[in-house]
């Protein structure tokens, strides 16, 4: 499970000391913590599937055209992002399409992880 902090006290995407900078041919510092870890985390992943969420990211709503802020916003459809790389495009993707907001608050992202990590264990999915 991967949460990614889209609040505005990373500092605006388009400055250069933001922590969602990507400088032209380069990796912003969160591309590159994501592959870090990511790279890490999949040798233990048997398969390779990676829930991810954002928290703090206003965005308008498609279905109310109204602008929301969420603390836990599913990034792709559940068991969609395949490895790493599709990580980092389902990051790239959404950080353009969202603005940072907040306040910093991952209560929400706490009790989704812990609901996702009970239906894995209630579905067996123990390795």
């Given amino acids: 499970m991967i949460a990614i902090d889209f609040t505005a006290s990373n500092g605006d995407p ?31 992943d048997s ?8 928290f703090g990211a206003r965005y308008i709503d498609q279905s109310t055209r109204n602008h929301v802020v969420s603390h836990c916003l599913e990034l792709a459809p559940p068991r969609t992002i395949v490895g790493i790389e599709q990580v980092v495009q389902v990051y790239k993707n959404t950080l353009s399409n969202i603005t940072l907001y907040g306040p910093t608050n991952f209560s929400q992202v706490i009790r989704w992880a812990s609901t996702e990590a009970g239906a894995d264990i209630s579905q067996d999915n123990l390795h």
């Fill in 47 to 54: 398969d390779g599937i990676f829930p991810v969420v954002g």
């Fill in 14 to 44: 388009r400055v250069i000391n933001s922590l969602h900078y990507c400088p032209p041919n380069g990796m912003s510092d969160y591309e590159k913590a994501i592959r870090a870890v990511g790279e890490i985390v999949s040798q233990y």
